[in-house]
């Protein structure tokens, strides 16, 4: 169901009963969704701080098994590479 800022603010009863019977109600401003009021008990899509690879994961993608020291030098060995110094 969708109901728009107005009729919540009317109507804030009956948009909460469609809600108590299991429904989710899309709340509209100016004909663009701002908000989901749902039922407590229905499961939310989970939410991620960061973006996920939607092929997920690669099994098959090489792995570094170089010197343990190398993370710590390699900043050394690159010193001068994509400068504009010639």
């Given at each position: 169901m969708d109901a728009t800022m107005r009729?919540?603010?009317?109507?804030t009863a009956?948009?909460?009963?469609?809600?108590?019977?299991?429904?989710?109600?899309?709340v509209?401003?100016?004909?663009?969704p701002i908000?989901?009021?749902q039922p407590v008990d229905t499961p939310s899509e989970p939410v991620y701080?960061?973006?996920?690879?939607?092929?997920?994961?690669d099994d098959?993608?090489?792995v570094f098994n170089g010197h343990p020291l190398f993370?710590?030098?390699?900043?050394?060995?690159?010193?001068g590479f994509g400068s504009d110094d010639y």
């Amino acid at each position: 169901m969708d109901a728009t800022m107005r009729e919540l603010n009317q109507h804030t009863a009956q948009v909460l009963a469609h809600v108590e019977a299991g429904e989710a109600v899309t709340v509209t401003k100016n004909g663009r969704p701002i908000a989901v009021i749902q039922p407590v008990d229905t499961p939310s899509e989970p939410v991620y701080g960061f973006r996920t690879d939607p092929m997920g994961d690669d099994d098959k993608a090489p792995v570094f098994n170089g010197h343990p020291l190398f993370a710590e030098r390699v900043d050394d060995w690159l010193t001068g590479f994509g400068s504009d110094d010639y």
